[in-house]
């Protein structure tokens, strides 16, 4: 017994949080109003409204939406509303920013709402190397959400970690 290699890692109880398997995978649909200009400057609205009209929207269904011009054409804010009223009875949810804008709030979205009772009291060490696009924001929302539950929060991997956090004692 005394050869038998032990992990001290695993024993000493620290919780591994990492955002790129805690997290689900968030897909966004965009729609490009690029394609409904006349000669990609000016949005005509009865050209427009016939576009609403006959798009089958209810291929958006459960979708995370965004809604977004690809050149520099003036949108109006109607436009906008008419494609979410479209959208509204099918769409997870709309947004009228570039995809990558609306995947970041969503991920935001999720820490937000992060269930934290596993958290209480815990040491975490937040993984660094991810393959996912996590948006630094992400981790400092994270550190908002776990330092007031936590003993002590690091970063890095469990054998290597920078300190970010800990508890003062009493």
Not at 2 to 12: M, P
Not at 42 to 62: C, M, P, Q
Not at 68 to 81: G, R, Y
Not at 90 to 115: G, T
Request: hydrophobic letters at 45%.
């Amino acid at each position: 017994m005394a050869d038998e290699i032990l992990n001290r890692v695993t024993n000493s109880g620290v919780i591994s949080l990492n955002l790129e398997e805690l997290m689900p995978e968030f897909h966004v649909e965009s729609i490009d109003l690029k394609e409904q200009l006349w000669q990609e400057l000016i949005l005509k609205e009865k050209d427009f409204r016939a576009w609403i009209k006959k798009t089958n929207w209810s291929v958006y269904e459960g979708k995370n939406v965004s809604i977004s011009c690809s050149n520099d054409a003036i949108i109006p804010t109607w436009a906008f509303m008419l494609v979410a009223s479209a959208l509204n009875p099918y769409a997870q949810s709309i947004s009228a920013l570039p995809a990558a804008h609306v995947k970041r709030n969503l991920m935001l979205s999720f820490i937000e709402n992060m269930d934290l009772v596993s958290f209480e009291g815990a040491r975490v060490v937040v993984k660094g190397c991810s393959d996912a696009d996590i948006p630094m924001d992400a981790y400092t929302l994270l550190v908002n959400r776990l330092q007031p539950v936590v003993k002590s929060l690091l970063f890095g991997e469990p054998c290597s970690t920078v300190p970010i956090y800990k508890k003062p004692r009493n």
